[in-house]
C-alpha cells in the first residue's frame, strides 16, 4: 500500500491553488495526498514591506522546519520565494511546468492615462513590496510614487479597488492561475525580456527531506526537465551575486527551438539606484549564469 503523501503549504488562496495542483499531479500518477496547512512569519507580519523583514526564506522557514521534522513528506513552494541554498537536509527534488512568467501593472481605470508610458498619470502611487519591482517601474517612470503593499492576491486588488493605490504590480502567475476577474482595472502586460521577472517566477518547486528516497522517486516523476534548466541559470546568477529574493534582481532565460538559451538580466545595487540590463544568447547553458554575472556586476 502505497503511503499517502503529506503536503505542507501556507494557507493563501495561491498557496492552496498550488497545493491542489500538486494533489491532482499526484493522483494522475495514482499517488494519494493530504494537506498540512502552515502559517508561516511572512504571512503573520502584515504591517512591513518585505525589505524590512530580517533573513531569508520568511515564507519558507517553518515549512522547512515541519519537512526536516517530518511532519510533512513534502513542500510546495512558489521558486522564487526560495532561498538559493536548501537548508541542510532537504533538496528540492523536482519542479513544475512554468506559468507565464511576466509581471502585470493592474491600473485602476478611473487614473488611467491612454497615451502616457504605462498609462500612469504624472506622479501615480503604485504599490510593490518587490525591491526589483521598483527599480525597474522608477527606470521607465522616476515621476512615479512607490508605496509598500502586503496582503494575498485578492487582498492586494481590493486595496487598487478602494483607491489606496492608482496602480500595483503582480505576477501575472498568480493572477492567472486564481483566474481573477480584472475587467474593472486596465492591465498592462510587460514582456519578461523588458520588465525582468524574478529568478524561476511562475514556477513550483517541490522540496522534500533528502533521506526520504521514497517521495523523492514520487516527485521525480513530475519534473519538468526544461523549466528545471532555465530556472537553474536564473537561480544560480541570484546565488552568484548572494542574493536573497530582496536584491533589485531580475533574470529571465528561455530557451528557443532550435535549443539556444537566451538570457535577460536587470540589476539595481538598490530599489532607489540606476538598474543595469544586459542580455546574452548562447548555444549552451555551461557558465552561462557566470558570464551573465560578469556582464551585470562590471
Known amino acids: 500500500m502505497e503511503k499517502t503523501i503529506r503536503i505542507g503549504t501556507r494557507g493563501s488562496k495561491l498557496a ?13 500518477i ?11 512569519r511572512g504571512d503573520q507580519i502584515q504591517h512591513l514591506g518585505f525589505d524590512k523583514m530580517e533573513g531569508k526564506g520568511f515564507f519558507t522557514k517553518e515549512i522547512e522546519d515541519a519537512l526536516l521534522r517530518g511532519d510533512i513528506d513534502v513542500a510546495v513552494h512558489s521558486m522564487k520565494d526560495l532561498p538559493t541554498q536548501s537548508p541542510e537536509g532537504l533538496v528540492i527534488t523536482a519542479v513544475s511546468y512554468r506559468e507565464n512568467p511576466a509581471d502585470w501593472l493592474v491600473v485602476r481605470k478611473e487614473e488611467a492615462v491612454a497615451d502616457a508610458t504605462l498609462k500612469l498619470k504624472e506622479n501615480a502611487v503604485v504599490g510593490t513590496s518587490s525591491a526589483r519591482r521598483k527599480a525597474q517601474l522608477l527606470h521607465f517612470r522616476p515621476d512615479i510614487q512607490l ?5 494575498n492576491v485578492p487582498t492586494r486588488l481590493n486595496k487598487l ?7 500595483i504590480v503582480l505576477a501575472a502567475a498568480g493572477l492567472s492561475r486564481l483566474e481573477m476577474d480584472l475587467s474593472a482595472f486596465e492591465v498592462i502586460k510587460f514582456s519578461p525580456k523588458e520588465f525582468i521577472p524574478a529568478p524561476a517566477q511562475g514556477v513550483l518547486a517541490w522540496q522534500t527531506n533528502e533521506k526520504d528516497i521514497a517521495t523523492r522517486r514520487i516527485f ?19 546565488r552568484l551575486l548572494d542574493g536573497g529574493c530582496q536584491m533589485p534582481l531580475g533574470v529571465y532565460c528561455e530557451q528557443d527551438r532550435a535549443g539556444n538559451f537566451h538570457v535577460w538580466a536587470a540589476l539595481a545595487s538598490a530599489w532607489d539606484q540606476p538598474l543595469k540590463t544586459t542580455r546574452l544568447s548562447s548555444s549552451t547553458h555551461f557558465q552561462l549564469a557566470e558570464q551573465i554575472f560578469e556582464q551585470i556586476k562590471s
Do not use: C, M, P, Y
Not at 492552496?16 to 494522475?28: E, G, R, S
Open 147 to 151: 508605496k509598500d503593499i502586503r496582503g
Open 30 to 40: 495514482g499517488v494519494e495526498s493530504e494537506l498540512v496547512i502552515i502559517k508561516t
Open 220 to 238: 521525480k516523476q513530475l519534473h519538468q526537465q526544461n523549466t528545471s534548466v532555465a530556472t537553474n541559470i536564473e537561480r544560480k546568477v541570484l
Open 161 to 167: 479597488r478602494e483607491g489606496q493605490f492608482d496602480g
Open 16 to 28: 492552496l491553488w498550488q497545493a491542489h495542483f500538486t494533489q491532482d499531479q499526484l493522483k494522475a
